[in-house]
């Protein structure tokens, strides 16, 4: 996930009550229509004030409950008449939402779509995002997510003193087979290259960590936030930082 140069890569999350247009649909067969929006003063002071939060303006398929960004080929948006790019990359899983505040004013705002073919499909919202830098959430998560060696041990040996290995089937087909040791990589399994910082999430049962910075830029642009070795959800804020595999990771790189 590349940023343009200049740019610090950026999560993107939801703000709490910071929808500005709730999800509307275009009426049918309207070439152009305009949206108003309203910026209260205060509301735009800090949006200028603050380079994590945003205004973000997307399109989404409205049977699509993960409301990922997809654009309708005809779509074109301008904002109080500046047009804007949008980006749809390769195929329908790389488009990206507008971002507006840099054309938005204080007080009112108004929204042009234009389109050429019917997009009744498709739902268009407005809200607020923050939008905190990789680096910035990284810092965050040394500081208060670092998991001491002793606790990754414990944790460690509660997955061998369960007697099975989650996801290991047995000769009888049971659910585990006794283990006593285990192989565990030091390549993170995104980039396959070695883990940096050893991570994991709070519900994950396995030994095996990622890379929390290859991970975090995995979810810049889609944000699904599953483990990439077990698939469970690993939410920002339930990532571990494993301070005993940091330790092993240090020690072999004197």
């Not at 607020?128 to 040394?142: N, Y």
Request: charged share 20%.
């Amino acid at each position: 996930a590349g940023a343009p140069a200049g740019e610090e890569l950026r999560l993107t999350f939801p703000v709490r009550d910071g929808v500005v247009l709730e999800p509307f649909r275009l009426q049918h067969n309207l070439a152009v229509s305009n949206h108003v929006f309203q910026l209260r003063d205060s509301v735009y002071k800090t949006l200028m004030m603050r380079p994590d939060l945003e205004l973000q303006f997307k399109c989404y398929h409205h049977e699509d409950r993960q409301m990922n960004t997809n654009w309708p080929a005809s779509v074109q948006v301008s904002v109080n008449a500046t047009p804007l790019t949008i980006e749809r990359g390769d195929n329908k899983t790389s488009h990206k939402p507008l971002y507006l505040k840099h054309v938005c004013q204080p007080g009112r705002n108004t929204i042009q779509i234009t389109v050429t073919a019917c997009c009744c499909s498709h739902l268009f919202v407005l809200q607020l995002v923050h939008r905190p830098s990789v680096r910035s959430v990284l810092q965050g998560l040394i500081k208060k997510r670092l998991l001491p060696a002793e606790h990754c041990i414990t944790k460690i040996k509660r997955n061998f003193s369960s007697g099975t290995i989650p996801g290991t089937p047995g000769p009888n087909g049971e659910d585990g087979v006794e283990q006593t040791a285990i192989k565990v990589s030091l390549k993170c399994p995104i980039t396959f290259r070695r883990i940096q910082l050893p991570a994991r999430g709070h519900d994950c049962r396995h030994i095996q960590c990622f890379d929390l910075e290859s991970y975090l830029q995995l979810n810049c642009e889609r944000g699904t936030w599953r483990c990439p070795v077990c698939n469970k959800t690993a939410l920002l804020e339930g990532l571990e930082v494993d301070q005993y595999m940091l330790g092993i990771l240090i020690y072999i790189q004197k």
